[in-house]
Structure formats: C-alpha cells, structure tokens
C-alpha cells in the first residue's frame, strides 16, 4: 500500500499516512481539526540509460529478431600471368 504526505494549511502540521488506493483522501488535520492537503513528492522509480526494449531480458536463443545476414566473403586476389617473352 502507497504511502501518502498531508501537510495541514492552517497549523503547518506535517505527517505521512499508509492508505490503500481505494481509501478516501484525509480532510481534516488530526491536531488543530484544520484544512489538510495532500503534498506531492517525486517519483520513486526511475528509468536511466539509452533506452529499453523487448529483446532487453530475453536470451540469445530465445529472441525472435533475427541477426543480420553476413557479408560474402571477398575471394583472394590471384595475380595476372607473366607475360610471354
């Protein structure tokens, strides 16, 4: 279950409370009996680096993206004959 800050307007009274999401927002400050709101934090999670894809957890066996087809090899060079003298 989240847990919540309110902070009262009237007595500045702050407190976190754990509440369930289908519990109903607090209205009124258990100190002073005032005005509360509710105060916003920033999120918990966050998500850095270049980026996250399907294939990111799956194994290489496993992956349905097939992997670019190679390059044809070059044959060697063979040099020209020698001319006749």
């Given at each position: 279950?989240p847990t919540y800050?309110?902070?009262?307007?009237?007595?500045?009274?702050?407190?976190?409370?754990?509440?369930?999401?289908?519990?109903?927002?607090?209205?009124?400050?258990?100190?002073?009996?005032?005005?509360?709101?509710k105060k916003f934090?920033?999120?918990?999670?966050?998500?850095?680096?270049?980026?996250?894809?399907?294939?990111?957890?799956?194994?290489?066996?496993?992956?349905?993206?097939?992997?670019?087809p190679a390059a044809?090899?070059?044959?060697?060079?063979?040099?020209?004959?020698?001319?006749?003298?």
């Amino acid at each position: 279950m989240p847990t919540y800050a309110y902070a009262c307007k009237d007595c500045s009274h702050a407190f976190d409370i754990v509440q369930s999401f289908a519990d109903s927002t607090l209205t009124s400050c258990p100190e002073c009996q005032g005005t509360l709101r509710k105060k916003f934090n920033s999120v918990g999670v966050v998500f850095k680096g270049s980026g996250f894809y399907r294939t990111d957890s799956r194994d290489a066996k496993g992956s349905t993206v097939s992997a670019a087809p190679a390059a044809a090899p070059t044959p060697p060079a063979v040099p020209a004959p020698a001319a006749a003298s």
